[in-house]
């Protein structure tokens, strides 16, 4: 049983988290099964082996003499294709790919059953991908796997995450293509993203369900080893710990660069005020650390942070990578969590620790909608000392009565979770069957 994961990665932990709870979730339903990562970029390749994972890596995208050239991709994605066509050797079915329009995906099937990684289902984790905010660029990317999917009549899901919104009539068209598949199966992780599913697919309201995010069910590390974690930073773990996770996404978004960026401010004046008015140490959280050199990841935002706050002897931060494991671990050392990282506001919900984040995007408000905990969100754009203040102050007093309702709901979540693989095993395996039948 091959099973090809699409959306999947290793420097941004949520991405991972949702990675390592896919295979956990599927190989205790269908032990047989393999699992291949499509489109590893190099740097990864080590730990998607680590994982138990095959990383399948287009040739074309590797570095070469086009690669600083505006149209080298596509240059070398038309000579790929061409030469995996040659090796198939098959005249007619490749004039008909290209006169169909299908001869980029083709060549992507041609590859998968060379590397012997013909798949049984494609499965997208990609968390949040699809919608006005990204274009169609995604959607040009797994167009050719749906088509491969489609001729060879197996099934594609995309596994619950955010989507939308799609007023951008060439976005919305681009959905409507990619989910026209008759077997697409499509899971949303909170309302509004259902109801900008149903909008652009002119579906009834209510249409598309609700279904929790899958890293609800993964497992990570222990106590035990987030308190090595943090100990190793050099906390002595002798008073409470406040968590804060920046995102680069939301710095892009908020004017000015370094110290003169806004989000920045405010989080110091944040975590001074932490430190003034509650006795506590604060770990800096990077929930994505890049495996290569040059490339910004929020180790940067954190490193200013540190720089810039008046008590750094109170001050800790995560400098090496970790794995999801470790990074759930972490987070369960904490007693309070601000985060503008998503998946880091899961880790943390799953274990009863509560929370506030500064947001970019309609997912966080949905998220602590579960918890009935909405008022603990504030926008980017809207981006206050006082009023962020305001609201740490609110969830720090309240957030021991928070920790048993929490821990309460993330209960059911984990056991919806369960019940969604249940589900998601059981479309594979009779697709499968009729595919054999």
């Known amino acids: 049983m091959n099973i090809l994961i699409t959306g999947a990665g290793f420097e941004n932990k949520g991405a991972e988290a949702m990675l390592r709870t896919v295979q956990a979730e599927l190989n205790k339903r269908l032990p047989d099964a393999e699992f291949f990562l499509w489109r590893s970029p190099q740097r990864v390749c080590r730990s998607a082996?680590?994982?138990?994972?095959?990383?399948?890596?287009?040739?074309?995208?590797?570095?070469?003499?086009?690669?600083h050239w505006a149209k080298g991709h596509r240059v070398r994605l038309l000579l790929w294709c061409l030469l995996e066509h040659?090796?198939?050797?098959?005249?007619?079915?490749?004039?008909?790919?290209?006169?169909?329009?299908?001869?980029?995906?083709?060549?992507?099937?041609?590859f998968l059953n060379r590397r012997k990684a013909?798949?049984?289902?494609?499965?997208?984790?990609?968390?949040?991908?699809?919608?006005?905010?990204?274009?169609?660029?995604?959607?040009?990317?797994?167009?050719?796997?749906?088509?491969?999917?489609?001729?060879?009549?197996?099934?594609?899901?995309?596994?619950?995450?955010?989507?939308?919104?799609?007023?951008?009539?060439?976005?919305?068209?681009?959905?409507?293509?990619?989910?026209?598949?008759?077997?697409?199966?499509?899971y949303s992780r909170d309302k509004c993203s259902c109801h900008y599913l149903?909008?652009?697919?002119?579906?009834?309201?209510?249409?598309?369900?609700?279904?929790?995010?899958?890293?609800?069910?993964?497992?990570?590390?222990?106590?035990e080893q987030g308190e090595r974690i943090v100990r190793n930073m050099g906390c002595s773990l002798s008073r409470p710990i406040i968590g804060l996770a920046p995102n680069m996404?939301?710095?892009?978004?908020?004017?000015?660069?370094?110290?003169?960026?806004?989000?920045?401010?405010?989080?110091?004046?944040?975590?001074?005020?932490?430190?003034?008015?509650?006795d506590v140490d604060v770990v800096l959280q990077s929930n994505n650390i890049s495996l290569s050199q040059d490339r910004v990841d929020d180790r940067y935002l954190c490193s200013l942070i540190a720089l810039s706050i008046a008590n750094s002897e109170r001050c800790f931060m995560t400098q090496e990578p970790l794995t999801a494991e470790a990074t759930k671990a972490l987070v369960g050392r904490f007693d309070y969590l601000i985060a503008s990282r998503f998946h880091s506001l899961v880790f943390a919900f799953s274990q009863g620790i509560p929370g506030m984040a500064v947001s970019w995007s309609h997912k966080y408000r949905e998220l602590f909608s579960l918890f009935g905990m909405e008022d603990q969100v504030q926008e980017c754009q809207h981006i206050d000392s006082d009023a962020l203040i305001e609201t740490?102050?609110?969830?720090?007093?309240?957030?021991?009565?928070?920790?048993?309702?929490?821990?309460?709901?993330?209960?059911?979540?984990?056991?919806?979770v369960n019940m969604l693989f249940d589900e998601v095993a059981e479309k594979i395996l009779r697709n499968s069957e009729l595919k054999n039948g």
């Open 49 to 67: 082996f680590n994982s138990g994972c095959y990383p399948l890596q287009l040739p074309y995208e590797k570095c070469g003499p086009f690669s």
């Open 86 to 110: 040659c090796w198939d050797r098959d005249v007619k079915n490749t004039l008909a790919s290209f006169a169909s329009g299908q001869f980029v995906s083709r060549a992507f099937g041609l």
């Open 118 to 186: 013909s798949a049984n289902v494609l499965i997208d984790i990609s968390g949040f991908a699809y919608g006005d905010s990204w274009g169609t660029f995604a959607f040009r990317d797994i167009v050719p796997l749906i088509e491969y999917c489609a001729r060879k009549e197996k099934s594609v899901i995309f596994l619950p995450q955010a989507w939308g919104s799609f007023d951008k009539p060439e976005v919305r068209g681009a959905l409507r293509q990619l989910l026209s598949y008759e077997r697409a199966y499509v």
């Open 198 to 223: 149903e909008q652009a697919l002119e579906q009834p309201q209510g249409s598309i369900p609700v279904t929790p995010d899958i890293v609800f069910g993964f497992q990570g590390g222990t106590p």
């Open 249 to 278: 996404q939301v710095y892009k978004r908020v004017a000015g660069s370094g110290m003169g960026n806004k989000y920045l401010q405010v989080l110091v004046h944040l975590v001074d005020y932490c430190h003034k008015h509650c």
């Open 392 to 416: 740490f102050e609110k969830g720090w007093a309240e957030r021991e009565q928070q920790r048993e309702s929490i821990l309460k709901k993330a209960k059911q979540l984990r056991s919806e």
